[in-house]
């Protein structure tokens, strides 16, 4: 990137933390503790489509009116606010997505109080970071799940569910990795491979199979060299006397609703932001593990809303490929407007805006509802 586009980017985050904070004025002045910049825009890994990650914790439910999804152009942000219980979970360490609490560009604090509190959470999460006998626990549990993961994927028939267990097999093993060497993921997805070979403590040879285990293409292939992988990160907890204790698969029972308007606002969007351009960016660099664990993650999103809603489960993983990075994404669009056809059953209207100016322009006091729809 040009230093010109990097000022570009940095110039649209001004502005929509500009009008983000105008719109706190004028509705919920008093509910904002603090706001922080989180992401490739507090570590300087961005990139062209990359979006703002707007971190903002509130004090009451007042602040929930600033919730929003929505599209400039061809990049998609997500607003949400926060209560500090997202800190006091960051604190516990049981993984390590922890980045916000160490990593994050503080732009506003209602108080001295507030960045006490702020951090507070920080010692409370290096402290038990580096408390042996709660690191040991959270990793035995990561393993006990990768155990669980196992022992179901012999049993499956179809290859998007083998790719699901893939998936949770790989966050998990790369979950302890990180915890096992008292660190966090300090970056974005796509750049777990090099944190994970930079880590001191690693089984032997295992950086092979882990960097090849994204390209295997058939059921069996899973099956097998899930093994492989496992087999190295089980002698590590051996040797670190780390306990863990196989379990059976958990069965969960889910009681279905049917799905309304309300349910859906904001998810189109959101879908669109969490994964749509780090699929064309896992094609732009060539990065088979970007494009599976963006599919997985995604996947992950569909499946969690079939599981609680009476709709038709999208079935993504089935047609990943590790050979082609362009038909993933491909994949990925269609999927996406499989669920677009929900959105045009309630006639709801994704919140899409050619330009920043046109973002402007429309929240200067208007309604949601005035958006362009797409």
Request: proline fraction near 2%; include cysteine; charged fraction near 30%.
């Amino acid at each position: 990137m040009t230093d010109t586009e990097k000022q570009n980017l940095y110039a649209r985050n001004n502005k929509i933390i500009e009008i983000i904070m105008r719109e706190i004025q004028e509705k919920c002045p008093d509910a904002i503790d603090l706001i922080g910049i989180g992401g490739s825009f507090c570590n300087g890994d961005i990139y062209e489509k990359s979006d703002l990650d707007l971190v903002i914790i509130c004090n009451n439910d007042n602040a929930k009116c600033l919730d929003k999804c929505f599209i400039i152009g061809d990049v998609a942000f997500d607003v949400y606010t926060q209560g500090w219980n997202r800190f006091e979970t960051m604190a516990e360490y049981k993984h390590p997505y922890v980045t916000k609490l160490f990593d994050l560009t503080i732009i506003y604090s209602r108080n001295e109080e507030v960045l006490r509190k702020y951090k507070s959470y920080q010692a409370l999460l290096q402290s038990n970071m580096n408390n042996p006998e709660l690191v040991n626990k959270q990793v035995g549990l990561h393993f006990e799940k990768v155990l669980e993961e196992i022992n179901s994927l012999q049993k499956v028939s179809s290859i998007g569910i083998a790719y699901r267990k893939l998936a949770s097999i790989i966050k998990e093993i790369e979950f302890i990795l990180f915890m096992v060497n008292r660190t966090y993921v300090k970056r974005g997805t796509k750049r777990i491979p090099e944190e994970i070979a930079s880590l001191k403590v690693l089984p032997k040879d295992f950086l092979t199979i882990y960097n090849e285990i994204v390209n295997c293409k058939s059921l069996e292939e899973i099956q097998n060299e899930v093994l492989m992988l496992v087999n190295p990160i089980k002698n590590l907890l051996d040797n670190l006397s780390i306990s863990y204790e196989p379990k059976e698969e958990s069965k969960k029972d889910f009681t279905k609703r049917t799905i309304n308007a309300t349910d859906l606002i904001g998810t189109y969007e959101e879908i669109y932001s969490n994964w749509k351009n780090k699929m064309y960016h896992a094609v732009d660099i060539n990065s088979t593990y970007l494009s599976f664990v963006t599919m997985s993650s995604c996947q992950e999103f569909y499946d969690e809303m079939a599981d609680e809603f009476d709709i038709p489960r999208i079935e993504l993983l089935e047609n990943y490929s590790p050979k082609n990075l362009k038909g993933n994404a491909i994949a990925f669009d269609n999927a996406l407007n499989e669920w677009k056809r929900l959105y045009d059953m309630f006639g709801l209207k994704i919140q899409f805006y050619h330009n920043l100016e046109e973002f402007e322009n429309l929240n200067k006091g208007n309604d949601r509802d005035e958006n362009k729809k797409i």
